[in-house]
């Protein structure tokens, strides 16, 4: 496709209270060198390359908000005034950049394990909707396969909630320009949404408007501290981390969540569409409810920004905004690959970057966290 065009991406959008220079945002992407859950230097080496690779918002890595056995080690936190000062400076050096940058909140819920290092040191269970345990599971600091646990059934919710908001607020602290409510993908948001996981005949279970109140609930209390600047991801196919409901009950559920959730005044949500890279088998079947994600959804969406994911191509990118089905991109393994991946669209350059898929996420064999991560070279200064 030609740079002409392409222009569609190249035009400022307005979100929440920030305006972007064009419409090329990177997604949270897990890459692991945050030490002790600690984000470094070389962290902050790697967020500025990309904006000044022409990023219009990036959105950080999945970043947990309470102490938790995920399958990723060295994730970064932002439960203490330590991550807090190691984020501000990262912050920091993004806007002397002339960057953007929300930070995405997590929880993994049933997805974490009891063996794991910072479960251990937080002294609690694993906690989810209900004690329904996923099937996989692959927890790279834990000797073996011990695969995921079945997890305790929160008593109350509202201490989860509670932690999130704890976290938004320390995103404030941080310099953070928003944040994005992680709901995709399986995790916590997910967990209380979707039937095969959430068996609670409380208020919180049950319903579609049962199952929404956490995530909505969640939202509310990050826009009381951070405004209009919140957002949310959501993956309604489903699959990656064992959930998936049937299609009518997708359909049901999120276009009830999508509609209350845009009704709160979100600056975009991101819709993740199917992607088999993130779809699962169990037993020789698919887990995933493959279905059209922007059709099915998108009509739900009248007031927040649109952007979506997995695997969107510039070029279909700039069609889809021209044609005011989205308002932007959010590109996610092109970022990793190429940090200066939006000048490298706009001047017509290939990207032609070779992953270095064994450095994608760093492992307790290897100290090099520099490589397949700063690496990268560019094409366009």
């Given at each position: 496709?030609?740079?002409?065009?392409?222009?569609?991406?190249?035009?400022?959008?307005?979100?929440?209270?920030?305006?972007?220079?064009?419409?090329?945002?990177?997604?949270?992407?897990?890459?692991?060198?945050?030490?002790?859950?600690?984000?470094?230097?070389?962290?902050?080496?790697?967020?500025?390359?990309?904006?000044?690779?022409g990023a219009a918002l990036i959105?950080?890595?999945?970043?947990?908000?309470?102490?938790?056995?995920?399958?990723?080690?060295?994730?970064?936190?932002?439960?203490?005034?330590?991550?807090?000062?190691?984020?501000?400076?990262?912050?920091?050096?993004?806007?002397?950049?002339?960057?953007?940058?929300?930070?995405?909140?997590?929880?993994?819920?049933?997805?974490?394990?009891?063996?794991?290092?910072?479960?251990?040191?937080?002294?609690?269970?694993?906690?989810?909707?209900?004690?329904?345990?996923?099937?996989?599971?692959?927890?790279?600091?834990?000797?073996?396969?011990?695969?995921?646990?079945?997890?305790?059934?929160?008593?109350?919710?509202?201490?989860?909630?509670?932690?999130?908001?704890?976290?938004?607020?320390?995103?404030?602290?941080?310099?953070?320009?928003?944040?994005?409510?992680?709901?995709?993908?399986?995790?916590?948001?997910?967990?209380?949404?979707?039937?095969?996981?959430?068996?609670?005949?409380?208020?919180?279970?049950?319903?579609?408007?049962?199952?929404?109140?956490?995530?909505?609930?969640?939202?509310?209390?990050?826009?009381?501290?951070?405004?209009?600047?919140?957002?949310?991801?959501?993956?309604?196919?489903?699959?990656?981390?064992?959930?998936?409901?049937?299609?009518?009950?997708?359909?049901?559920?999120?276009?009830?969540?999508?509609?209350?959730?845009?009704?709160?005044?979100?600056?975009?949500?991101?819709?993740?569409?199917?992607?088999p890279q993130l779809d699962a088998?169990?037993?020789?079947?698919?887990?995933?409810?493959?279905?059209?994600?922007?059709?099915?959804?998108?009509?739900?969406?009248?007031?927040?920004?649109?952007?979506?994911?997995?695997?969107?191509?510039?070029?279909?990118?700039?069609?889809?905004?021209?044609?005011?089905?989205?308002?932007?991109?959010?590109?996610?393994?092109?970022?990793?690959?190429?940090?200066?991946?939006?000048?490298?669209?706009?001047?017509?350059?290939?990207?032609?970057?070779?992953?270095?898929?064994?450095?994608?996420?760093?492992?307790?064999?290897?100290?090099?966290?520099?490589?397949?991560?700063?690496?990268?070279?560019?094409?366009?200064?």
């Amino acid at each position: 496709m030609s740079t002409t065009k392409l222009q569609a991406l190249f035009k400022p959008l307005k979100v929440g209270d920030l305006t972007i220079p064009n419409r090329v945002t990177m997604s949270a992407l897990t890459r692991n060198r945050a030490e002790d859950t600690y984000p470094t230097e070389l962290m902050k080496e790697y967020y500025v390359q990309r904006v000044c690779g022409g990023a219009a918002l990036i959105v950080t890595e999945g970043t947990l908000i309470t102490r938790q056995g995920t399958e990723w080690p060295n994730a970064p936190g932002l439960w203490d005034e330590r991550h807090v000062e190691r984020w501000k400076n990262i912050t920091t050096a993004v806007h002397d950049a002339g960057g953007r940058i929300y930070a995405q909140l997590w929880h993994v819920g049933r997805a974490a394990h009891p063996d794991a290092y910072q479960q251990k040191l937080a002294g609690e269970p694993v906690y989810a909707p209900s004690a329904v345990g996923a099937r996989g599971g692959k927890f790279r600091m834990i000797p073996g396969t011990p695969g995921y646990v079945t997890p305790t059934a929160i008593d109350d919710p509202w201490k989860l909630v509670a932690q999130f908001k704890h976290a938004a607020m320390n995103a404030e602290k941080a310099g953070f320009d928003g944040v994005e409510l992680h709901g995709a993908n399986g995790y916590l948001v997910t967990q209380f949404l979707d039937t095969t996981c959430n068996y609670r005949t409380d208020e919180w279970g049950g319903s579609k408007e049962n199952r929404s109140r956490f995530g909505l609930e969640v939202l509310k209390v990050l826009k009381e501290v951070f405004g209009n600047n919140v957002a949310v991801k959501l993956s309604p196919a489903g699959g990656y981390n064992d959930v998936g409901m049937p299609l009518n009950e997708t359909l049901d559920t999120f276009r009830y969540f999508i509609s209350e959730a845009d009704k709160l005044g979100l600056a975009y949500i991101t819709l993740l569409r199917y992607s088999p890279q993130l779809d699962a088998e169990y037993d020789g079947i698919p887990r995933a409810t493959k279905h059209d994600v922007l059709a099915s959804y998108r009509p739900y969406i009248r007031n927040a920004k649109v952007f979506l994911n997995a695997g969107v191509s510039p070029e279909e990118g700039a069609e889809l905004i021209a044609s005011g089905q989205i308002d932007a991109v959010s590109i996610g393994f092109n970022w990793i690959t190429h940090p200066d991946l939006t000048k490298r669209v706009k001047h017509g350059k290939a990207l032609d970057n070779v992953p270095d898929i064994p450095h994608l996420q760093t492992n307790k064999d290897s100290r090099d966290w520099k490589t397949g991560y700063t690496d990268y070279p560019v094409a366009v200064n």
